[in-house]
């Protein structure tokens, strides 16, 4: 038997495996292929305060090993969210973690504020990240100030804890980190997708609706595992590891290099029973190793001789 | 909705049309006409996602897909051989709706292209149902309508047409429609499948005609299982919005898409 619980210090998880927000619907998508219940947590599409649009399709493009997206975070809102989704989610007894939008900083708050009295949220994933939502790919999460000030709004707006979703597209990702740190994140998430484009070459249009898309799946993962292997090292508070997770041994190394938990997004889109799959490959190598509890690997990377 | 790893049975190739038999009990079962499966065609990251492929065709146990080989995903579908596994999800999206009493009355079912691939299982139950479908069938040329014989052997009525002349009507699918019309004038209900411009055009005739009509709509897939909002397409419900294809459709009424 293998332990398999993650302590985050804010928040327990029956075991590593978070799914990502926007590849797992509102959860319940799910349930007609695995047990909701097994999963250690589940993080659901982003949510601004109103319902929204989301951008022109074409939405989605595939590119080597990996996808383009620019959904543009459409969604039902908090509302609507709050009647229709969460009294069925709670039901599962999964942790449910809420991904926080905003178009205004101001929008971030009063999602939390709106959410806080609901029951059934254990925390709350601030997507300060996302790379669909202004035409120029700008986001709050490539300024250290920005991302400082929506922290500590969002902060001051609730008492759940925080995590802090950051973006790879920035020159320097552990500035960004401390920022989120000192403005009271209670845990960090990383990475968001890689903004990125492809063009039709016969129409010389782009290839999305949007002409940007953020890029995710296997072909990103030696970025992440790399940028998450920085913020570690920066910051104390605890980081979950995100981007290109497919198989055990893709999870193992965002652990090994200190990841507390991490988060499957893109390979729920392709094997809806990724999520338990993967935990039971990790699973199989602690067994194989004679690892007795997940913890003893977290951070365990050895660098030099 | 299952995930199954579907034995495949049978093959056939035309040129580059496919047609795959899969032994797949639980999807058999519950298939409707207009639902599709998605389809991992290799166990690589290249190509990544799903493929969605109508059901073509179900008998006990086994549902068929056809399929035009258009890309990477197809070709590597088109390799594979009898014997081989399949790893599908299925029965996905909502399907056609057959009103419950079709008794004797008459359907015209339009398929362009690769379009035709759900309207053989529509054809069948709505003659099951003892009602009457009437196929259009278009493509480019004579080699693009591989599936004339499969349809005369259900002892279903087929139209085909050819842009080019080679076989049936000499023109468009929408011009057959437009001549069809005239010799039928209680039609119940079209249900069309094709490509965009196709369908576009069949929608102008429909609503002229003042007929209740139903199209299976085609958008890039991300995961099939609306999971992730990349598949949407325009319609008006109590206002214009965008609305996942895989999850509320692929079929949807006439009088809802904006076109
Ligand atoms: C609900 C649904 C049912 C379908 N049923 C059938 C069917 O029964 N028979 C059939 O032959 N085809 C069907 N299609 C279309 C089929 O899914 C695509 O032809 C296929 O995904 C192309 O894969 P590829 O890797 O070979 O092409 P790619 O190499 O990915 O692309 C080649 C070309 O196909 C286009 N394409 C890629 N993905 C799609 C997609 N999801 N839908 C439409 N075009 C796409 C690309 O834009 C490009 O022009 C269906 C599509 C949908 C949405
Ligand atoms: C279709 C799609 C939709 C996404 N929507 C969101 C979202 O609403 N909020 C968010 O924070 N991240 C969103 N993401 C980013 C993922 O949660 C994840 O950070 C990213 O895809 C990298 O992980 P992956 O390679 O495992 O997919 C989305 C990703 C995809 C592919
Ligand atoms: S294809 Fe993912 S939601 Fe429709």
Redesign the pocket.
Same mark, same amino acid.
């Given at each position: 038997m293998v332990d398999l619980t993650i302590n985050l210090g804010f928040i327990k998880l029956r075991n590593p495996i978070i799914t990502a927000s926007g590849t797992f619907g509102y959860g319940l998508e799910f349930s007609p292929f695995l047990d909701l219940r097994e999963i250690g947590a589940i993080i659901v599409k982003g949510l601004y305060f109103n319902e929204r649009e989301g951008n022109p399709p074409p939405r989605i493009f595939?590119t080597p090993c990996g996808m383009l997206n620019s959904i543009g975070l459409q969604g039902i809102g908090v509302k609507k969210f709050a009647e229709e989704i969460l009294p069925k989610l709670t039901d599962y007894g999964v942790p449910i973690i809420v991904n926080v939008c905003g178009e205004e900083d101001d929008e971030y708050a009063r999602v939390v504020e709106f959410l806080s009295s609901k029951k059934g949220i254990s925390c709350f994933e601030l997507n300060i990240s996302c790379p669909n939502v202004r035409k120029d790919g700008k986001c709050p999460a490539i300024s250290p100030e920005w991302t400082y000030n929506i922290v500590k709004l969002v902060k001051q707006s609730t008492k759940k804890p925080v995590i802090t979703k950051l973006s790879p597209n920035v020159t320097d990702i552990t500035e960004i980190a401390i920022s989120a740190e000192e403005a009271g994140t209670d845990g960090i998430s990383l990475i968001n997708t890689i903004l990125g484009m492809a063009v039709d070459i016969e129409t010389r249009k782009p290839r999305l609706g949007n002409v940007f898309g953020g890029l995710s799946g296997p072909a990103i993962k030696p970025i992440a595992l790399r940028m998450v292997y920085q913020v570690v090292n920066t910051v104390k508070v605890p980081v979950i590891g995100i981007g290109g997770i497919f198989k055990g041994v893709d999870a193992l190394e965002f652990l090994i290099v200190g990841a507390k938990a991490v988060q499957v997004g893109t390979a729920n889109l392709i094997d809806p029973l990724a999520p338990l799959r993967i935990l039971n490959e990790i699973k199989d190598f602690c067994e194989k190793k004679g690892i007795t509890k997940i913890e003893d690997i977290i951070g365990t990377l050895k660098v030099g001789d | 909705m299952f995930v199954d790893s579907a034995q495949i049975i049978g093959k056939k190739i035309w040129s580059d049309w496919v047609l795959l038999s899969l032994k797949t009990y639980k999807i058999a079962e519950q298939a409707r006409p207009g639902q $599709?499966i998605m389809a991992k &065609?290799n166990d690589s990251f290249h %190509?990544l996602l799903r493929? %969605?492929?109508?059901i073509?065709n179900v008998s006990s146990g086994e549902i068929e897909? $056809?399929?035009?080989? &258009?890309?990477?995903?197809?070709?590597i *579908?088109s390799e594979k051989k009898v014997g081989e596994k399949l790893n599908i999800i299925g029965p996905l999206?909502k399907g056609f709706n057959i009103t419950s009493s079709v008794q004797n009355k008459e359907y015209y079912l339009i398929g362009g292209g690769?379009g035709i691939?759900?309207l053989f299982f529509l054809a069948k139950e709505i003659k099951k149902a003892g009602g009457k479908p009437y196929v259009l069938y278009g493509a480019k040329t004579e080699k693009d309508l591989p599936l004339l014989k499969k349809f005369w052997d259900e002892e279903i009525q087929v139209y085909p047409s050819t842009e080019d002349g080679t076989l049936g009507w000499h023109g468009l699918i929408t011009e057959l429609f437009e001549h069809k019309l005239k010799e039928r004038n209680k039609i119940e209900k079209i249900f069309v499948c094709g490509p965009h411009e196709m369908m576009k055009k069949i929608a102008l005739i429909a609503e002229k005609n003042k007929l209740d009509a139903e199209y299976? *709509?085609?958008?890039?897939?991300g995961c099939?299982i609306g999971a992730c909002w990349g598949?949407v397409v325009k319609l008006r419900r109590e206002k214009e919005k965008w609305v996942k294809?895989?999850s509320e459709?692929?079929v949807f009424s006439g009088k809802e898409i904006i076109w």
């Open positions: 595939e | $599709f &065609v %190509p493929r %969605p492929f109508s073509h897909i $056809f399929f035009q080989i &258009v890309g990477i995903g197809t070709t *579908l999206g690769r691939a759900p299976s *709509l085609e958008s890039i897939f099939g598949c294809a895989c459709g692929p």
